[in-house]
């Protein structure tokens, strides 16, 4: 089954809450005003301030949606081979 890297650039992310809206099931408003990605598989850097989630066909379409509602764009998507979908 294909499978689709979403990358969230937390640094940038301004809390605008839109993605939350779009998907609550997998975005999870923080204290510092930024978002996580919800789920034990997501994997964060160091600093926080990239996460970044494998996820399967099912669930491209939601995320597809909270990357085309975010204000500054800080949502990515790309499929297996790198290709950048959203
Ligand atoms: S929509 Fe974008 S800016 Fe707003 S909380 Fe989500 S990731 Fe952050």
């Not at 989630?53 to 790309?78: D, G, M, Q």
Request: hydrophobic share 35%.
């Amino acid at each position: 089954m294909a499978r689709y890297k979403v990358v969230l650039e937390r640094e940038k992310c301004i809390g605008a809450a839109t993605c939350v809206a779009a998907y609550p099931e997998r975005w999870e408003l923080q204290e510092d005003a930024k978002v996580d990605i919800k789920g034990e598989e997501v994997e964060k850097t160091k600093d926080n301030q990239e996460q970044v989630l494998w996820i399967t066909e099912e669930e491209l379409e939601r995320f597809k949606e909270s990357a085309e509602v975010c204000p500054v764009n800080v949502i990515h998507i790309y499929d297996e081979k790198g290709n950048k979908i959203i």
